[in-house]
């Protein structure tokens, strides 16, 4: 795994410190990954929604290309 340094807002590191304390996450560097995988599932729904949304509107312009 790369190591990679990281400059964060004081205000972030204390919330991350904070879940750290709380038993949320083992570490400031746990926390980071776990965040960074939300946001990529998060990317993932969205473009999966967006792909839906694309379909629906090819469904209601083109009806008979539906599978019965």
Do not use: C
């Not at 190591?3 to 926390?31: C, H, M, Y």
């Not at 993932?44 to 209601?60: C, G, V």
């Amino acid at each position: 795994m790369a190591q990679v340094q990281l400059r964060l807002p004081e205000k972030t590191l204390e919330q991350i410190d904070q879940w750290v304390k709380e038993g949320k996450f083992k570490n400031r560097s746990d926390a980071i990954k776990t965040i960074i995988n939300l946001y990529e599932e998060r990317e993932k729904t969205r473009q999966f929604y967006q792909m839906l949304h694309k379909r629906s509107q090819e469904a209601k312009e083109h009806p008979e290309g539906l599978v019965p």
